[in-house]
């Protein structure tokens, strides 16, 4: 079996183990759901904290905004807002299939769009800041749109919003979300196997290891950031979106902007497993996942402290993760070799002797 | 000859300190051109200056006859002047291979060019250039991981990926050994020859600038001392009082 051959096995038997996994486990459906989320959330928030080394605390503002544009797309399409909002609790307004669906797909590609614009008008303030002051920065504008929309009372303010129902039995709800997670998370892990097979993954990488050198070859460095984190906005605007409608109703500091849970989590989930690699966040996300639904069953009352020390042990002992820890055991297996062949040959060439002296 | 680079009565001072002033030099196309003088006169800043880090105060710098003083670094660089830094810069958690790639020039690619893979052909000058620098061997190693002097020569080889007008280096032979000294004179003299590179050259070690450069400029205190040939230079009375400590 060639090397290609196992590797469409392996992409395959993820597929279906995606497909099956709720079938096969219906009670563990939503939380299936919000594992694939957890690894959209890990892979995006990569882009920019792995691969170009920029810590971002703030990533959660794309993942509340797009699920508020999300919603009032889906909602302002066919009633008015302001009248939904104002009402909440007092009517029940009920949407036809019809009406659910197209408001949910228009609700979804807006949201991402429209993440991607903020990301870059956003990001056109926040990039002149580096290193802690840049983690800082993108934390106080996450915590700041979350108390701003809270005061907003177009979009019911701190009372929330209750999304439309939809137009299904509970078991078909579930599994409608269940896919639209699975889909999003394996359309952004196929997105970003792509990008980090071009030149855009170096420029990135690039602008992590020394920004300053970077700018002195010439590179459009703000063109690469802007860029990149729009990617991440993008796909944090759909998974906003998708969220909200699961849980059915949304409010800024817990749902939309839950900056100490979702927002450290996408922060943990990638230094777990391995900064700056593809399969990292993945692993990671599966890992923390599985830890933190344990601890939640079986350790309530000290979940909280298992996962500080979750933390504290991830941080102290094990800071480059795990794919960062398999690339320093089996270096040969990333490709990190000396050219033996032409090493030996090179032995006893004058160059070669100077430049290993 | 063509005067490649034109500094004119440029002035730079940080607060109080005087860092360069009413500098004036040329700097001629297809040549090796020196830059000499005691710690702190004044020469990281000339570079700084005119590869756009920081704005001057006054004067006004011209590359091929346009003036970029007001211009940014990374303008700059697409321009065509390069520098390499004293604390040796490459991207260090990268393999030597990448580090070339992405150093190859940025002048004229599109927006959609980023979302392309390298061309073969370009991946093939990173491997000569790596082979022209003697690391080839090492070509699928960290960067980081390399000694010193290995890194010196990947930055060097870099720097010659973009293929750039004019190589400002900042002290190249900085902390490598004599044995290795040689083989970069070689290599930058035939860098100069063979690739037609401008070089603009900080040096401290006098055997080197001596034997490099065809024309030296002698910078003390930030002002721009003595002018002139290597021979002229090392007879000239002020430059010996200057590194003598007679000033």
């Not at chain 1, 297996?333 to 430049?355: C, R, Y």
């Not at chain 2, 990281?44 to 211009?71: A, C, K």
């Not at chain 2, 893979?117 to 690391?135: C, D, N």
């Amino acid at each position: 079996m060639n090397l290609q051959f196992k590797k469409i096995i392996f992409y395959a038997a993820i597929l279906l183990a995606g497909i099956f996994a709720p079938i096969v486990f219906p009670a563990y459906t939503f939380q299936l759901a919000v594992l694939w989320m957890m690894i959209l959330f890990a892979l995006t928030w990569d882009i920019l904290g792995g691969q170009m080394g920029y810590n971002s605390l703030g990533n959660i503002l794309f993942f509340g905004a797009g699920m508020y544009i999300c919603t009032v797309v889906q909602i302002g399409m066919y009633y008015d807002v302001a009248e939904y909002t104002a009402h909440f609790g007092a009517v029940k307004i009920d949407f036809t299939p019809y009406q659910y669906f197209t408001g949910i797909s228009a609700g979804l590609v807006i949201a991402a769009f429209a993440c991607a614009i903020i990301a870059v008008i956003f990001g056109w303030i926040v990039f002149g800041l580096r290193g802690p002051y840049f983690a800082i920065g993108t934390l106080g504008v996450a915590i700041a749109a979350g108390e701003l929309v809270g005061a907003w009372d177009y979009v019911g303010g701190g009372g929330g919003i209750s999304l439309p129902n939809y137009p299904g039995g509970p078991g078909d709800r579930e599994m409608f979300f269940y896919m639209l997670c699975f889909i999003s998370a394996v359309c952004t892990f196929i997105f970003l196997k792509w990008l980090y097979s071009t030149r855009f993954q170096l420029a990135l990488n690039a602008i992590r290891d020394d920004e300053e050198k970077a700018e002195a070859m010439g590179i459009h460095t703000n063109r690469y950031k802007t860029i990149a984190w729009s990617f991440a906005a993008f796909f944090l605007g759909i998974s906003g979106g998708i969220f909200g409608n699961m849980t059915g109703f949304i409010e800024p500091l817990e749902v939309a902007f839950p900056t100490v849970t979702f927002g450290i989590f996408m922060v943990l989930m990638v230094l777990l497993g391995g900064k700056g690699t593809l399969w990292g966040p993945v692993i990671g996300a599966i890992i923390f996942h599985v830890i933190k639904e344990i601890t939640w069953t079986y350790l309530l009352g000290w979940q909280w402290v298992a996962l500080g020390a979750l933390i504290i042990i991830n941080v102290v002992y094990f800071q480059q993760g795990i794919m960062g820890w398999a690339q320093e055991k089996w270096p040969e297996f990333f490709g990190i070799t000396v050219d033996e062949a032409i090493a030996s040959a090179e032995e006893n060439s004058p160059a070669e002797k100077e430049a290993s002296l | 000859m063509n005067k490649i680079i034109q500094v004119r009565d440029v002035n730079k001072s940080f607060g109080g300190v005087v860092a360069n002033s009413n500098i004036s030099m040329d700097v001629e196309e297809g040549k090796i051109t020196g830059l000499i003088g005691p710690n702190g006169s004044g020469k990281t800043t000339l570079f700084n200056s005119i590869v756009g880090y920081h704005p001057i105060d006054s004067g006004t710098i011209h590359f091929d006859n346009r003036e970029i003083s007001q211009l940014k670094v990374q303008k700059i660089a697409r321009l065509g002047i390069l520098r390499t830094f004293q604390q040796t810069r490459i991207y260090s958690k990268m393999n030597c291979v990448k580090n070339m790639l992405i150093s190859a020039a940025h002048h004229n690619t599109k927006w959609l060019d980023m979302f392309t893979e390298y061309p073969q052909e370009l991946t093939e000058r990173a491997e000569h250039l790596l082979e022209f620098v003697g690391l080839y061997s090492k070509r699928f190693l960290i960067s980081g991981d390399l000694s010193f002097g290995q890194q010196k020569l990947l930055e060097f080889a870099m720097a010659l990926m973009n293929e750039p007008k004019v190589l400002l280096l900042d002290e190249p032979t900085a902390g490598i050994n004599p044995t290795l000294i040689n083989g970069l004179i070689d290599r930058l003299k035939r860098a100069n020859h063979e690739f037609g590179i401008t070089l603009f050259v900080i040096e401290h070690n006098m055997r080197v600038v001596m034997n490099l450069a065809e024309s030296i400029y002698c910078l003390a205190h930030g002002e721009m001392l003595s002018h002139g040939t290597p021979e002229a230079i090392k007879q000239d009375q002020k430059v010996i009082d200057a590194y003598l400590g007679a000033h």
